[in-house]
């Protein structure tokens, strides 16, 4: 795939869910612990053409990034460029392939969602051989060449997100849908749920758990096989924001809007309107946009010669129908 400039243009190919997808999130996709500083060796690049390698591009979140991506790096007077995979899952090797295309394109620094880190590893570590910056959001690890993470602290996302469910439910028994066992900031942030569930709701336990391994299409049906195997489920949380849908649907189709609870991450447009309505409880967002800005703020530090560190925090908020921020 080619790089898209200028963006709006660029987002022919895009429609998130996620992170999530999440990236999420696809979010929702958030960002795991760190260890050891990034420090700069070499001669410092100067920044002409800046990078964003959208994971999700049929995730509003992600489109969230770039448009505060594309505002920050016009700040600094370099050329944003924005790619992104095609379809309506997340592509690892899609991404990969696109980080290829824009090292061998010339860009002077990228901003990267590695998913899961090791596959990344190769392409991550041939930019920074290039003096090509390479800032992650919400994902990654030092180990495989990136200089710092922008994101979410995806522990404390999950905490945030036990909070708001225990208030209305304390005694929630859950069911969870995340990416993969390998997708580490669905990982962290299950951790941060479970954790902040046992010190402050002793009585709220994840009874069922399962994975779409990349593929929204299969949420409808492992919901529902959910459901059906654990009828005890008063609480469904689906990490994608691509499952999120599937998960109301899931809930409606028994008549059990009300009685199971549904939550998730990412204020976008669709969620805010189902919180509205009843059908979802709450969400945790993970300020998208702060990411964009910070990604693209880490980039001008690193071409300034400034150490870094490994990790730096955007702001997460749980909203739910009592909070819910104007329009």
């Keep these: 795939m080619s790089p898209i400039t200028p963006r709006r243009a660029a987002l022919a190919t895009l429609a998130i869910a996620a ?28 920044v002409k053409t800046i990078t964003y ?13 770039g448009q505060c991506f594309e505002e920050a790096a016009k700040a600094n007077g370099w050329k944003p460029v924005e790619v992104g995979t095609a379809g309506s899952a997340v592509d690892n090797q899609g991404a990969i392939d696109l980080i290829s295309q824009a ?9 990267v969602f590695p998913t899961i880190p090791e596959l990344f590893t190769p392409v991550i570590q041939q930019a920074r051989d ?3 910056y390479v800032v992650a959001q919400n994902a990654g690890a030092p180990s495989i060449g990136q200089q710092t993470q922008v994101g979410t602290d995806s522990k404390q996302l999950g905490a945030l997100i036990a909070e708001g469910l225990g208030a209305t439910d304390p005694a929630a028994k859950v069911g969870i849908l995340s990416g993969s066992a390998s997708t580490t900031p669905h990982v962290d942030e299950i951790t941060g749920f479970t954790d902040y569930a046992a010190e402050h709701f002793p009585d709220m336990t994840v009874v069922a758990s399962d994975y779409t391994n990349g593929d929204p299409t299969k949420a409808p049906e492992l919901f529902s096989n959910m459901l059906t195997a654990h009828p005890e489920i008063t609480a469904l949380f689906p990490i994608e924001g691509t499952s999120v849908a599937a998960a109301i649907t899931a809930v409606k189709e028994r008549g059990a809007t009300g009685t199971i609870n549904v939550v998730a991450n990412d204020l976008t447009a669709d969620h805010r309107a189902v919180i509205e309505d009843g059908s979802l409880l709450g969400v945790g967002e993970q300020g998208w946009c702060e990411s964009g800005t910070k990604s693209v703020e880490a980039v001008k530090k690193l071409s300034e010669g400034e ?3 490994d990790f730096i925090p955007t702001t997460s ?8 921020p104007a329009k």
């Design 19 to 46: 992170i999530t997808a999440s990236l999420s999130g696809c979010s929702a996709l958030s960002g795991g612990s760190v260890a050891a500083s990034s420090t700069p060796t070499g001669d410092l690049r100067e």
């Design 53 to 65: 390698v959208n994971p999700a591009p049929f995730y509003p979140s992600f489109d969230d990034v």
């Design 103 to 111: 090292i061998a394109n010339g860009t002077d620094a990228l901003v």
């Design 130 to 132: 290039a003096g090509i």
């Design 307 to 309: 150490t870094l560190p």
């Design 317 to 324: 908020t749980f909203y739910d129908i009592s909070n819910l």
